[in-house]
């Protein structure tokens, strides 16, 4: 059984996602601060984080900060829940390491539907026999253990960072439109935040890049989407 760790200090909003994450099949831990859920999710080392933006002692960012920071923590995907609705908010939440992002009110079927996605994509496929390799230029992505390398350096990838790499990689030179992209790697469209693929390929490129601000591998194509550079300069 998959286990979510669901962080928020108004306990009614943990007592409402835990209904219906349980109900879906899920084990639920929580905690109502950001130092608790540090204890927390090294003691116990979910799957999965739902995490207030708003909380006591650390705020959310600084929660995200320290576990995209520490080697242990760092695949951990990461829900980002929050009443302040400000594009730039989102963005920095994404920008630090946030996997999805979903503002207050919510509808909690709608949560329990992110949490299944992103789930779904981070998973290990431990029963490959033969590990998948993606391999462009100087990138070489082991899709089954979920590993990157650039020239024989592992590179860490947040698992929504992780699975937009791949699907590039799997079609270089294809041109994706920003909706498609975003449904075949994250399952789900953009929904109204424009800008969340654009901090997602902002992030890869700090990662993958010689030089972000003169990518050679993420091609941006304005007015449709993005492409992975199949002959790279």
Same mark, same amino acid.
């Given at each position: 059984?998959?286990?979510?760790?669901?962080?928020?200090?108004?306990? /009614?909003?943990?007592?409402?996602?835990?209904?219906?994450?349980?109900?879906?099949? &899920?084990?639920?831990?929580?905690? &109502?601060?950001?130092?608790?859920?540090?204890?927390?999710?090294?003691?116990?080392?979910?799957?999965?984080? @739902?995490?207030?933006?708003?909380?006591?002692?650390?705020?959310?960012?600084?929660?995200?900060?320290?576990?995209?920071?520490?080697?242990?923590?760092?695949?951990?995907?990461?829900?980002?829940?929050?009443?302040?609705?400000?594009?730039?908010?989102?963005? @920095? !939440? %994404? /920008?630090?390491?946030?996997?999805?992002?979903?503002?207050?009110?919510?509808?909690?079927?709608?949560?329990?539907?992110?949490?299944?996605?992103? %789930?779904?994509?981070?998973?290990?496929?431990?029963?490959?026999?033969?590990?998948?390799? %993606?391999? @462009?230029?100087?990138?070489?992505?082991?899709? !089954?253990?979920?590993? %990157?390398?650039?020239?024989?350096?592992?590179?860490?990838?947040?698992?929504?960072?992780?699975?937009?790499?791949?699907?590039?990689? #799997?079609?270089? !030179? &294809?041109?994706?439109?920003?909706?498609?992209?975003?449904?075949?790697?994250?399952?789900?469209?953009?929904? !109204?935040?424009? =800008?969340?693929?654009?901090?997602?390929?902002?992030?890869? =490129?700090?990662?993958?890049?010689?030089?972000?601000?003169?990518?050679? &591998?993420?091609?941006?194509?304005?007015?449709?989407?993005?492409?992975?550079? #199949?002959?790279?300069?």
């Amino acid at each position: 059984m998959e286990r979510i760790l669901v962080v928020d200090d108004d306990r /009614e909003i943990v007592r409402l996602m835990r209904s219906y994450l349980e109900k879906a099949g &899920y084990a639920v831990l929580s905690a &109502y601060d950001g130092e608790t859920a540090l204890h927390t999710l090294r003691r116990e080392k979910p799957d999965l984080l @739902v995490l207030d933006l708003m909380l006591p002692d650390r705020d959310g960012w600084d929660v995200t900060r320290i576990i995209r920071g520490d080697a242990h923590l760092a695949a951990l995907p990461i829900i980002m829940l929050t009443a302040r609705v400000e594009d730039s908010d989102k963005i @920095v !939440g %994404l /920008e630090i390491g946030a996997d999805d992002y979903i503002t207050k009110p919510f509808n909690p079927r709608e949560v329990v539907a992110r949490v299944r996605a992103l %789930l779904r994509r981070s998973s290990l496929d431990r029963s490959a026999a033969t590990p998948q390799v %993606l391999q @462009v230029g100087a990138l070489h992505l082991d899709v !089954g253990r979920r590993q %990157l390398k650039i020239a024989d350096a592992p590179v860490d990838l947040t698992p929504s960072e992780f699975e937009l790499l791949r699907v590039l990689m #799997e079609s270089p !030179g &294809y041109v994706f439109t920003r909706d498609e992209l975003m449904d075949k790697a994250l399952g789900y469209g953009i929904q !109204g935040l424009g =800008r969340t693929l654009d901090s997602h390929i902002k992030n890869l =490129r700090r990662k993958i890049e010689p030089d972000p601000t003169n990518p050679i &591998y993420i091609q941006t194509v304005y007015g449709v989407g993005y492409r992975l550079e #199949e002959n790279n300069r």
